[in-house]
């Protein structure tokens, strides 16, 4: 039988981390369960923030242990996903904050309402509420109705 994992943790590398972590407080309503910081140069090394149930690492880079973050490698293609009890007012919090809308809150097929914005650090993170419960076969069926050009549905 293949071991299974027990919790998947994200980990964000950023140059600055200690302002990252007191971003993601201030803007997302994360908490810091501890920091670990460097004693020689005063980086964080390692620290672990709840977002709601789940843990996310964040440190500092080290590029020479390879540890670097998405400035230094022109963005990343990750994106970070969080259900909230409404993505109005959690985008408003996180612009008013520093982070820069990317696609505004609106109602999407799938009973969302969903809105992506970009952090100081170069992290992409969607909020999103449930405001319609939906199956993933009628999410389909809207998916694909919503791709059909003008010229065929006639």
Same mark, same amino acid.
């Given at each position: 039988m293949p071991l299974q994992p027990q919790q998947l943790c994200p980990y964000l590398i950023v140059k600055g981390a200690q302002q990252a972590i007191d971003f993601y407080v201030r803007a997302f309503g994360a908490s810091v369960d501890f920091s670990?910081? &460097?004693?020689? &140069?005063?980086?964080?090394?390692?620290?672990?923030?709840r977002f709601g149930a789940t843990r996310v690492?964040?440190?500092?880079?080290?590029p020479d242990f390879g540890a670097v973050g998405p400035e230094r490698l022109g963005g990343s293609p990750v994106k970070l996903h969080l259900d909230v009890d409404d993505a109005d007012a959690f985008v408003a919090q996180a612009v008013r904050e520093g982070a820069v809308i990317l696609?505004?809150?609106?109602?999407?097929?799938?009973?969302?309402?969903?809105?992506?914005v970009s952090d100081p650090f170069g992290y992409s993170w969607f909020a999103a509420s449930r405001v319609q419960?939906?199956?993933?076969?009628?999410?389909?069926?809207?998916w694909a109705?919503?791709?059909?050009k003008p010229e065929q549905a006639s």
């Open positions: 670990l910081i &460097d004693p020689g &140069d005063g980086r964080v090394g390692h620290a672990e923030l690492f964040v440190a500092d880079e080290y696609r505004p809150v609106r109602t999407e097929f799938h009973g969302h309402r969903t809105g992506l419960e939906i199956s993933p076969e009628e999410m389909q069926r809207r109705a919503m791709m059909v």
